[in-house]
């Protein structure tokens, strides 16, 4: 029995992912055998394919971990974590999930003995303080929040005990997702597919940032398909630093909104209001607009082809009518 787990197996991405390794595995995609997928997730997995197990419970919990973790364990996609709005509410909860039960798993994997490939979804909101329009996989991290921070912390943790030898890291620093499907979630940038969905299904939207915001993008499907890439590329063209700043596509809020009047048409546009929201603007503002990504895209890595694009997918499977 070969496993990959996916920590946050039941979220929005987790969910997505399963299904599409499962796709990969029936494919022959991936460069190790695998034939049995675990979802390790407070909530449960509802796949119904026989090769799925899920597993409730808190990540945080080393009997649990001790339970999952094991020497079948091939590949792990660590994606569990209290995002960006909820880590700034609730210090306490968050650094026990994001920090924590990050070290008390990757705990979990070097005692396995596996040294499973493990890819780390970390996040643009590393990024703050002073930065040069294109922002490079080197430049320093400054947080402005806590989820940033977190990351950060987690970033280290995970390329250090992939340095060692106890695992084989992939640490994969996600643009903003938009657009993402369903109700608005707690993080920050939740409007940046709010602005988009909401309109598309008839319903009222406001846009808490200014016009002129830049935005680093990427559309689920294309964040699902880099993932996989992620766990599949051969450690020899990786360096020591497992960090990686996954393509994005650079678009301002402004041009966000202009694609959705394309695609959508005026009277989706009319639905979004501008009205100011500083919790937003503190924590989105800091986040770069645009990356340097010339080594991940050798290493073949993919972005979006364009904004009108993400926003037609979203359209075509949630608001056909349009
Ligand atoms: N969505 C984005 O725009 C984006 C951008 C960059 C990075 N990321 C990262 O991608 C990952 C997945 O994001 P998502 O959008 O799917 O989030 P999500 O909130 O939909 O999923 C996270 C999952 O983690 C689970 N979880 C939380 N605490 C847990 C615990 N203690 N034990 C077990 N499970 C726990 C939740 O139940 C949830 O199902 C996260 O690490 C997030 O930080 C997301």
Redesign the pocket.
Same mark, same amino acid.
């Given at each position: 029995m070969s496993t990959v787990i996916v &920590?946050?197996g039941?979220?929005?991405?987790?969910s997505r992912l399963i299904e599409r390794l499962l796709a990969a595995i029936d494919a022959g995609e991936l460069p190790f055998a695998a034939d049995r997928l675990v979802s390790?997730?407070?909530?449960p997995n509802r796949n119904e394919d026989p090769r799925v197990e899920s597993v409730v419970?808190?990540?945080?919990d080393p009997a649990l971990l001790a339970q999952v973790v094991g020497p079948d364990t091939v590949a792990i996609y660590? =994606?569990?974590?209290? =995002?960006s709005g909820g880590s700034e509410e609730d210090f306490d909860l968050a650094m !026990?999930?994001n920090v924590e039960?990050t070290t008390r798993l990757l705990e979990a994997a070097r005692r396995s003995g596996s040294a499973p490939r493990f890819v780390f &979804?970390?996040? =643009?909101a590393v990024f703050g303080g002073p930065m040069p329009p294109l922002v490079p996989e080197t430049l320093a991290a400054q947080p402005e929040s806590s989820?940033g921070a977190m990351?950060a912390m987690g970033e280290l943790l995970v390329n250090e005990y992939s340095r060692k030898g106890w695992i084989d890291a992939r640490i994969c620093r996600?643009? &903003?997702?938009s657009v !993402?499907p369903g109700a608005p979630?707690s993080?920050a940038?939740s409007f940046a597919s709010g602005i988009i969905r909401e309109p598309l299904l008839g319903l009222t939207s406001n846009c808490p940032v200014p016009l002129d915001t830049q935005m680093w993008l990427s559309s689920p499907r294309t964040v699902i398909e880099n993932l996989l890439h992620a766990v599949a590329i051969d450690p020899a063209l990786l360096g020591a630093w497992r960090v990686m700043n996954v393509p994005g596509i650079s678009v301002s809020v402004g041009e966000m909104l202009a694609a959705l009047e394309r695609v959508g048409g005026a009277d989706a546009r009319a639905l979004v209001t501008t009205e100011p929201e500083e919790r937003v603007i503190d924590i989105v503002c800091s986040w770069p607009g645009a990356f340097d990504v010339e080594r991940t895209r050798a290493l073949g890595f993919r972005a979006d082809v364009d904004f009108d694009t993400a926003v037609r997918e979203f359209r075509d499977e949630f608001a056909p009518q349009r």
């Open positions: &920590t946050g039941a979220g929005f991405l987790g390790l997730d407070l909530a419970g808190d990540l945080a660590h =994606l569990a974590a209290v =995002l !026990r999930v039960a &979804t970390s996040s =643009l989820y990351k996600l643009p &903003t997702i !993402r979630n993080a940038s």
